[in-house]
């Protein structure tokens, strides 16, 4: 298991270590959207894909603490949500999308809808969608 970088392995840290899925057709918003977790959680695990058909396999076979969807390569962000709702009810969805679709986020299953244009509030999102994590 990976040192955690919260506590520097000073002390017997009790930080959970998170796992999370991010999902972008583009490499350079999942880069800004990954480094935007990783302050929040700097000892994340981080995964990402380009498209719904491996999310939706990672995320039977993998035990991730949340998701965040943007723009898949195969699917469109709304559905994808449904899926991984069908797939994982209890598991926290974030939606991310340039445009206004909080009420059809909502509907399909996410957690909650964050604009692009706010990605630095990613880490904070996820945070409260997230049991036992304090605010910073």
């Known amino acids: 298991m990976p040192k955690c970088t919260e506590c520097y392995g000073l002390t017997a840290c009790m930080a959970p270590v998170r796992n999370f899925l991010i ?76 445009a206004d679709r909080a009420k059809e986020a909502a509907a399909a299953g996410a957690n909650c809808f964050l604009p692009f244009d706010a990605w630095s509030r990613v880490g904070g999102v996820i945070a409260d969608l997230l049991p036992n994590e304090k605010a910073p």
């Open 23 to 98: 999902i972008d057709e583009t490499p350079s918003d999942r880069t800004l959207l990954a480094r935007t977790l990783l302050r929040r959680f700097p000892s994340a695990l981080l995964q990402d894909t380009p498209d719904a058909k491996t999310a939706l396999a990672w995320v039977k076979t993998r035990k991730l603490d949340a998701v965040i969807v943007h723009q898949a390569a195969d699917a469109d962000a709304v559905t994808l949500v449904r899926e991984l709702r069908r797939t994982s009810p209890a598991l926290p969805i974030l939606l991310v999308s340039a």
